[in-house]
């Protein structure tokens, strides 16, 4: 795939990984976007990357929504998705509470899908297509101790992506 000139929308990229993508992406000449849920975290990475900063929850249906019209009426569309915001929860199953799983797989499953719905949404509507990459980890192909919500979180992203 052709990177120079394309549009890229990179959640959870103001660290780690998605940082990491969103450097490449840029330095390869991509327009980018991060997007993550504390202001400062954010523009603070974006300032440093040249990118441009986009704050909200991909976990929240009305943030996901906002973040990728605005994104699109910013650079004049969107070509690359990356899901790539994700949380951990470590727990033994018995002390594992109902919050912490359900913060999860609010970020880990449902946040991948909300972005992706919307982004899929103006790809279609683009009559380009794009592309919608999901990061997942080895934790969804096998768990391990403590690692119910999050592992759990994982393979049904892997499933999710699969359709």
């Known amino acids: 795939m052709q ?15 998605g940082r ?6 840029a330095a390869k000449g991509a327009q980018v976007g991060i ?3 504390h202001a400062e975290t954010v523009k603070k990475a974006a300032d440093e990357l040249k ?34 915001a994700g949380i951990g929860g470590g727990a033994e199953l018995v002390d594992l509470d109902l919050g912490t799983f359900e913060t999860v797989f609010r970020t880990n499953v449902i946040g ?9 949404r103006r790809f279609v509507a683009q009559g380009t297509g794009g592309q919608l990459i999901n990061i997942s980890s080895t934790s969804g192909l096998s768990g391990g101790k ?10 049904a992203l892997r499933g999710m992506t699969e359709c």
Not at 4 to 10: D, K, N, S, W
Not at 146 to 155: D, H, P, Q, V
């Open 112 to 120: 991948a899908m909300l972005m992706g719905r919307e982004a899929a």
């Open 51 to 84: 990118v441009t900063a986009f704050v909200g929850d991909v976990g929240h249906e009305d943030d996901a929504q906002r973040v990728v019209k605005e994104f699109v009426e910013k650079m004049g569309g969107i070509d690359i998705l990356v899901n790539n």
């Open 3 to 17: 990177i120079q000139g394309t549009r890229a929308l990179i959640t959870g990229g103001s660290e780690g990984i």
């Open 20 to 25: 990491a993508i969103a450097a490449a992406l």
């Open 146 to 155: 403590g690692a119910t919500a999050y592992s759990g979180s994982k393979l």
């Open 35 to 37: 997007m993550g849920r």
